[in-house]
Nanobody, 124 residues
Framework: QVQLVESGGGLVQAGGSLRLSCAAS????????VGWFRQAPGKEREFVAA????????YYADSVKGRCTISRDNAKNTVYLQMNSLKPEDTAVYYC?????????????????WGQGTQVTVSS
């Protein structure tokens, strides 16, 4: 069992930056693939970024490519999502998810563990 806790969300003006953190407890996080997803009001949850267990492989949604960077510090059991040049359309609740695998996963239903989410609001 893995428990995930997101943090780092908040209110930021368009063009600003935020760094989200996903802290894991309960298991050795280095054996888990991790993804970030987001859900805006009235919309379905969508993929944002993912990293393999080692951090060597990453993948981004087209909507955030070039603006976001996913990274991990397995010694700290934490995965980060650095978000730059934020836009109002980035406003959503951001969730991290994890699965015990050496694969890279970009689909929500393949993840076994989820955090409670952190709100990101970008004002225009």
């Amino acid at each position: 069992q893995v428990q995930l806790v997101e943090s780092g969300g908040g209110l930021v003006q368009a063009g600003g930056s935020l760094r989200l953190s996903c802290a894991a407890s309960g298991r050795t996080f280095s054996s888990y693939a991790v993804g970030w997803f987001r859900q805006a009001p009235g919309k379905e949850r969508e993929f944002v970024a993912a990293t393999s267990w080692s951090g060597a492989t990453t993948y981004y949604a087209d909507s955030v490519k070039g603006r976001c960077t996913i990274s991990r510090d397995n010694a700290k059991n934490t995965v980060y999502l650095q978000m730059n040049s934020l836009k109002p359309e980035d406003t959503a609740v951001y969730y991290c998810a994890a699965r015990y695998t050496n694969a890279l996963i970009i689909t929500a239903h393949e993840y076994a563990y989820w955090g409670q989410g952190t709100q990101v609001t970008v004002s225009s």
